[in-house]
């Protein structure tokens, strides 16, 4: 009879597994393929927020259109968060259907993610920043363990020295911290 094991821990993103971590190493012993707990939560962190600082190439309207074909999970051309120029993150009554159509781009495009909930928090209109707040079940093998981690949208059409690396780097640090629960 064939022994089966488990690993704690979940499968390395397929781009994570093909990156060569270190370049003047011949082989990498063992193969990066396997993240820990702790990376899987860094991970999920990682791609969420460079899914939602990422801007799908669609206008608002083919947008609509595509969403409302209930297109299969993952779709390419619904990557990224559309540009939210027509929405006025100033009004709090729209934070609504920004966190509504924030959740949907999760859904489909993040698989360890079940149950997103997100709150909007804030808007910063100096650098035009959306900031919030992602609650949503991290599906690790078979165990279900709730996540919470802050998010930063900022327009792509605004960069600022002061802000540059906000998305990668706080929601990193914010993970080392401790914050996901």
Same mark, same amino acid.
Do not use: C
């Given at each position: ?20 971590? +270190? ?20 991970? $999920? $962190? ?6 939602? +600082? ?33 929405? &006025? ?7 609504? $259907? ?31 920043? $959306? ?5 949503? +079940?991290?599906?690790? &093998? ?9 998010? &930063? ?10 802000? &540059? ?17």
């Amino acid at each position: 009879m064939r022994k089966t094991w488990t690993i704690p821990g979940d499968r390395a993103p397929l781009f994570d597994r093909l990156s060569d971590l +270190n370049q003047e190493q011949k082989v990498e012993v063992p193969p990066f393929r396997i993240l820990k707990p702790e990376q899987v939560r860094e991970s $999920i $962190i990682h791609e969420v927020a460079k899914l939602l +600082n990422t801007r799908t190439a669609l206008s608002r309207d083919e947008l609509d259109f595509m969403e409302a074909q209930d297109l299969p999970y993952g779709f390419p051309l619904l990557y990224g968060f559309p540009d939210f120029s027509f929405f &006025d993150p100033a009004d709090q009554s729209e934070w609504i $259907i920004i966190a509504q159509k924030l959740e949907t781009i999760i859904d489909m495009f993040e698989p360890r993610l079940k149950d997103v909930q997100i709150k909007i928090t804030g808007y910063d209109p100096k650098f035009q920043v $959306i900031s919030g707040e992602i609650r949503a +079940n991290m599906i690790l &093998d078979q165990v279900v363990e709730p996540i919470v981690f802050p998010i &930063d949208v900022q327009s792509y059409l605004l960069s600022s020295p002061e802000k &540059d690396d906000i998305y990668g780097k706080k929601l990193a640090s914010t993970t080392t911290q401790g914050t996901g629960t």
